[in-house]
C-alpha cells in the first residue's frame, strides 16, 4: 500500500477530487481526517471509507476560518497520533466572478478567503503538525487558470489560484530542508459539482471542451491519482512544482479536429 501507515487531511473532502482523493488514499492504507464545511457530505464519506474497513474521521469547518483550521488539525493529531499529508483542496468558483469591472467587491473577498487564504490558514497551522511528525506532504489545488488566461473571465477565481502557485512555490523552498515538501496540482477542466454548476447547458460545456486535446472533461478521481503520488514517499524530490493535469490544454497551441 502507497500510503500505509501515513495519516492525510483532505479540505474540500464532501465532494469532487477531495472525496475521490479520501476514498483514494484510504485504500492505500492512509487514516483520513475529511473536512469540509458541508457537514452532511463529510459524514457521508468518511462512513462509506469506514464500510470499506478504512480509518476516516468527519471534521466540520470553513477553511477560511482560523480558529476552525486550527481546530481541525488538532481534531486530526488527537484522532490519529499525527499528521503526514495535508491536501489544502477545497475552493469555490462563485457563479458572479466576472471581469475587472463586473466582479462584485464580496465576490472578490469570498473567492480570495477561501481559494487562497484558506490555503494559508492550512499551512500555518498544518505545518507544525507535520514538522512534529518528522515531515510530510502538502498538496495545494490550484488551476491550469493560474497558468493560462481565458476569454471568459472569472477573475478572481484566477488571482486567488495564481497566489496559490506563488505561495506553493515559496513555501516549498523554505521548508525544504525540514523534509516538507509543497507542490500544487494544476487540474484541467473536471466534471466535478465545481465546473458543471457554471458550465449548465450543452453549449457551455461543448464551447468548453473545443479547447481540450483530449477532447473530454477529467474526472476527480484523475487529479486524485496526482495527488497519490505528490502524498506517497514515490515523491520525495519533487517540490515546489505547479503538476498540471490537464487533459493537454497547456500544452496546446491549436486543438486536434
Ligand atoms: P466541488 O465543488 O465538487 O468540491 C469542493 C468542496 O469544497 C465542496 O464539498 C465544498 O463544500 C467545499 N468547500 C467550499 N468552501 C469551503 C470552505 N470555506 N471550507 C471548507 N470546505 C469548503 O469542487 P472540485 O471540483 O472538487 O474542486 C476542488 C478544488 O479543485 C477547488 O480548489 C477547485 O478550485 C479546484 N479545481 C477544480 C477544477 C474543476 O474543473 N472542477 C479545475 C481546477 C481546479
Known amino acids: 500500500m502507497r500510503l500505509a501507515s501515513k495519516t492525510a487531511l483532505i479540505t474540500g473532502g464532501g465532494s469532487g477530487i477531495g472525496a475521490a482523493t479520501a476514498r483514494r488514499f484510504a485504500a492505500e492504507g492512509a487514516r483520513v481526517a475529511v473536512v469540509d464545511l458541508d457537514g452532511d457530505a463529510v459524514h457521508s464519506v468518511a462512513s462509506e471509507i469506514e464500510a470499506a474497513g478504512g480509518a476516516a474521521v468527519a471534521i466540520v469547518a470553513d477553511v477560511s476560518v482560523a480558529s476552525a483550521v486550527e481546530a481541525m488539525v488538532a481534531t486530526t493529531e488527537e484522532a490519529f497520533g499525527r499528521l503526514d499529508v495535508l491536501f489544502n483542496n477545497a475552493g469555490i468558483m462563485h457563479v458572479d466572478d466576472g471581469d475587472a469591472e463586473t466582479t462584485e467587491e464580496a465576490v472578490w473577498d469570498l473567492t480570495m478567503d477561501i481559494n487562497l487564504k484558506g490555503v494559508w490558514l492550512g ?43 506563488a505561495m506553493t512555490r515559496e513555501l516549498a523552498v523554505i521548508h525544504a530542508r525540514e523534509n516538507i515538501r509543497v507542490n500544487a496540482i494544476c487540474p484541467g477542466p473536471l466534471r466535478t459539482e465545481l ?63
Open 195 to 257: 465546473l458543471m454548476r457554471v458550465l449548465d447547458t450543452e453549449a457551455k460545456r461543448d464551447r468548453r471542451l473545443v479547447h481540450i486535446p483530449m477532447g473530454r472533461f477529467g474526472e476527480a478521481v484523475e487529479i486524485a491519482n496526482a495527488a497519490l503520488y505528490l502524498a506517497s514517499d514515490e515523491s520525495s524530490f519533487t517540490t515546489g512544482t505547479e503538476f498540471v493535469v490537464d487533459g493537454g490544454i497547456t500544452a496546446a497551441y491549436v486543438t486536434p479536429e
Open 123 to 165: 499551512c500555518r497551522y498544518g505545518i507544525p503538525a507535520l514538522r512534529r511528525a518528522g515531515g510530510g506532504s502538502i498538496i495545494n489545488t490550484a488551476s491550469f487558470v493560474a497558468l493560462m488566461g481565458a476569454a471568459t473571465p472569472q477573475l478572481a477565481y484566477t488571482a486567488s489560484k495564481g497566489g496559490v502557485v
